[in-house]
Nanobody
Framework: QVQLVQSGGGLVEPGGSLRLSCAASGSLFRLYDTYWYRQAPGKQRDLVATVTSGGRRNYTDSVKGRFTISRDNAKNTLYLQMNDVKPEDTAVYYC???????????????WGQGTQVTVSS
């Protein structure tokens, strides 16, 4: 069992920066692929960024060049550095950890509690 506890988030002005953190319990974190998702009001939850257990990263097009996903296996923590944020980045952000090849909502997929990010002047 893995528990994910998120921190960070809040209100930020357009063009500003924010860092989200996701701390994992247990010793299996390093074996999991890890993800950041976001869900805007009235919309589905969408994948934002991925970093695999092997360190391979991927981003959705809308955040490429602005967001950076990283992980520190020694600290069991996943990060999302958000730079040059835009109003359309406003959403609840969720971290996720699961075994490679598994589905996001299948058993054995673990989610953080979610954190609100609001981009507004």
């Amino acid at each position: 069992q893995v528990q994910l506890v998120q921190s960070g988030g809040g209100l930020v002005e357009p063009g500003g920066s924010l860092r989200l953190s996701c701390a994992a319990s247990g010793s299996l974190f390093r074996l999991y692929d890890t993800y950041w998702y976001r869900q805007a009001p009235g919309k589905q939850r969408d994948l934002v960024a991925t970093v695999t257990s092997g360190g391979r990263r991927n981003y959705t097009d809308s955040v490429k060049g602005r967001f950076t996903i990283s992980r520190d296996n020694a600290k069991n923590t996943l990060y999302l550095q958000m730079n040059d944020v835009k109003p359309e980045d406003t959403a609840v952000y969720y971290c996720n950890a699961r075994a490679a090849g598994s589905r996001p909502y299948a058993p054995g997929s673990y989610w953080g509690q979610g954190t609100q990010v609001t981009v507004s002047s």
